[in-house]
């Protein structure tokens, strides 16, 4: 069920990036469905009542492991989040320097390109 | 002499980030330094090539570490991108000179052949990815990088597109992960070879073919192609369409459903349907384009579903557990034909360059009677046409041929009709390049322009005298069994790559 949820709010995100006119707003959709991917791998190491993967002097390792949730799915996020960061910083200086050329982000009027 | 695998990353990502320093005193440093990165990259591809090792990083054991996997098709792929990124970078040596930020430039394309290579090489998905992106945001920021209106227009909806793909792909490896608990290639093969199929694996199949499809533009995919490529500077359209599509595109596509979930007929014929469209609609598309560099874009669509074709006319083959020499001729065709297609497309777009260059123009209806003023051009142009279209002697006449013969041989003789008949496609829309652009009367405007010499010469005449050897590759049986041969070994044996990652 969490993950038919985190599916949703990525269709979502793919809905707003593929229907709406306003540039910022399809970066906005751009963004929100790669958040629903990062959800998604979180949950993936997620189980109930799980405590932080960091073990303790005295802890024995096998309770531990079954006790703990998964690090690595937290570690792709973290690498995950740092390239979404990237991108999202040049989509937006692409859209600023669109409007400074246009005077508008609306792309159904920034249409040269045809064909 | 074994060589540790990074430095095929290591070297451009060094030269790339040392060159925003170098400010305008030290732009001929920067210059020089770049391309000896690049022949670098090329006498390394070179020694590597028909090895195959593993290496792990800070050698940690193979699941727990991430691990760089050299084989045949890694080799190859690697040779190609080395090559064409070595021609473009000499090319861009004066083509470069017209805007200003050279440095800059130069520090993105290195970070594009360092993503480029990192995919090839990699043995993990999740590092696939990121080496993915890395080359596809430095190239977002290529295609933009002349600022105006349309390359801006054309790098916002190649972005779009490219991150959606993106999304995708990250998608469809969290499902790979919470499916098999692993992200090694070789153990998630294993797993899923042992497990199945299940639902979640199917989805995540379909999303890469989706992720992977958009990055190489096939054609359902394919809308934010012709806009970006011509945009781009020329040398960065030579890289694009030359390598980064296959790269990125064919080179993870073939890598994920033959290694890792292993072909099946449904698969083999969606890269069949896929392929088709893209041959039958880009050729179609591009004889209608005016803009040179535009026409150039669409047949790359065109190209790159042969190369597909031929991959997914093996994965049929294979999969019906049909003879292994005709799945490994379709293959080989269609290996060949992305080699080919590298060198020649590059080729053409370095061409388009300088023709622009002097000319001020892409329009081909401006154009015409430049074979007098632009002779090297001319001829360049002229052989990697001959090339592209099919005429004997050159490269693009092989792998054509071993296309044709391997869908006759395995039955479909609809696919070499339709192979034939694009070929002559192919041949319209050449032909209307050398008409309109070098044949004709010499508009009055452009009588006094100049043939591009230096640097930009010699990577033409680089790539020219490439398209004419290339042919070789296939009749010298050293060289074959020496580069091709053990790159389709590497898709027709299948998902038993986890086995021989395992055992290196």
């Known amino acids: 069920m969490p993950y038919a949820l985190c599916f949703l709010l990525f269709m979502i995100g793919l809905y707003c990036a593929v229907v709406k006119k306003n540039m910022v707003k399809i970066v906005i959709g751009i963004m929100v469905m790669e958040y629903a991917v990062n959800l998604m791998l979180i949950m993936l190491g997620y189980h109930f009542g799980g405590v932080a993967p960091i073990i303790d002097r005295g802890q024995i390792a096998e309770s531990f492991i079954s006790a703990s949730v998964d690090p690595l799915p937290q570690a792709l996020v973290l690498t995950a989040i740092v390239i979404s960061l990237g991108s999202l910083a040049l989509m937006i200086s692409i859209c600023i320097r669109t409007y400074e050329r246009y005077g508008t982000f609306d792309i159904t009027q920034i249409r040269r390109l045809k064909g | ?42 006498v390394l591809a070179v020694t590597v090539i028909g090895q195959s090792s593993v290496y792990k990083i800070g050698e940690w054991p193979i699941p727990l570490g991430i691990n760089l996997v050299l084989d045949g098709l890694s080799g190859l792929m690697l040779l190609v991108v080395s090559v064409v990124s070595f021609a473009a970078m000499l090319f861009s040596i004066k083509y470069m000179e017209q805007y200003t930020a050279k440095p800059k430039f130069l520090s993105l394309f290195l970070l594009m052949i360092a993503g480029m290579n990192g995919v090839v090489l990699s043995g993990d998905i999740f590092n696939l990815y990121v080496f993915l992106e890395i080359a596809s945001i430095a190239s977002y920021a290529l295609v933009g990088f002349g600022c105006g209106h349309e390359e801006l227009e054309a790098s916002f909806k190649y972005m779009v597109l490219g991150s959606i793909a993106s999304a995708f792909i990250l998608f469809g490896i969290a499902l790979v992960y919470g499916n098999t608990g692993n992200l090694n290639m070789a153990y998630v093969a294993r797993a899923i070879q042992s497990s199945g199929l299940n639902k979640g694996l199917a989805f995540a199949l379909a999303l890469f073919i989706v992720g992977f499809g958009l990055k190489s533009a096939l054609v359902p995919f394919h809308a934010w192609l012709p806009d970006a490529h011509p945009s781009a500077p020329a040398p960065i359209s030579a890289m694009l369409s030359g390598v980064l599509i296959k790269t990125l595109g064919v080179y993870a596509l073939s890598r994920v459903v033959f290694n890792i979930f292993g072909v099946s007929p449904q698969i083999g014929w969606v890269l069949v ?15 209608g384009q005016w803009d040179f560099k535009r026409l150039l874009a669409y047949s790359s669509i065109s190209q790159v579903g042969y190369v597909v074709l031929g991959i997914g006319l093996g994965a049929v083959i294979l999969s019906h557990g049909g003879n292994l020499a005709w799945a490994s001729l379709a293959i080989l065709g269609g290996l060949f034909h992305l080699a080919n297609h590298a060198v020649y497309k590059s080729l053409l ?7 622009e260059m002097s000319t001020g123009t892409r329009e081909m209806r401006q154009m015409g009677g430049l074979a007098e003023r632009l002779p090297v051009t001319r001829a360049a142009c002229t052989l990697a046409s001959a ?47 050398q008409r309109r652009v070098f044949l004709g009367p010499l508009p009055e405007n452009l009588a006094g322009i100049q043939e591009n010499k230096g640097s930009m010469q010699l990577a033409m005449v680089f790539l020219s005298c490439l398209c004419v050897m290339m042919g070789l ?9 020496g580069i091709l041969d053990p790159a389709v070994k590497v898709l027709t044996d299948g998902v038993s790559y986890s086995v021989k990652v395992l055992s290196m």
């Open chain 2, 349 to 355: 777009f370095l061409t388009s360059g300088s023709v």
């Open chain 2, 273 to 287: 349907a896929l392929a088709l469209l893209s041959m039958v609609a880009g050729a179609f598309l591009a004889i």
């Open chain 2, 473 to 481: 590759l296939v009749i010298v049986p050293a060289l074959k069994a």
């Open chain 2, 387 to 433: 090339s592209i279209v099919g005429i004997p002697p050159f490269s693009g006449f092989w792998s054509k041929l071993i296309l044709v013969i391997a869908a006759v041989q395995a039955g479909f003789i609809w696919l070499a009709a339709v192979i034939v008949v694009v070929s002559l496609l192919t041949l319209i829309m050449y032909l209307k390049v």
């Open chain 2, 1 to 42: 002499m074994s060589i540790p695998l990074p430095v095929f990353v290591a070297i451009p990502l060094a030269t790339g980030f040392f060159m925003p320093i170098c400010g305008k005193k030290l732009r001929p440093v920067a210059t020089v330094l770049a391309n000896l990165a690049t022949l670098s990259l090329v």
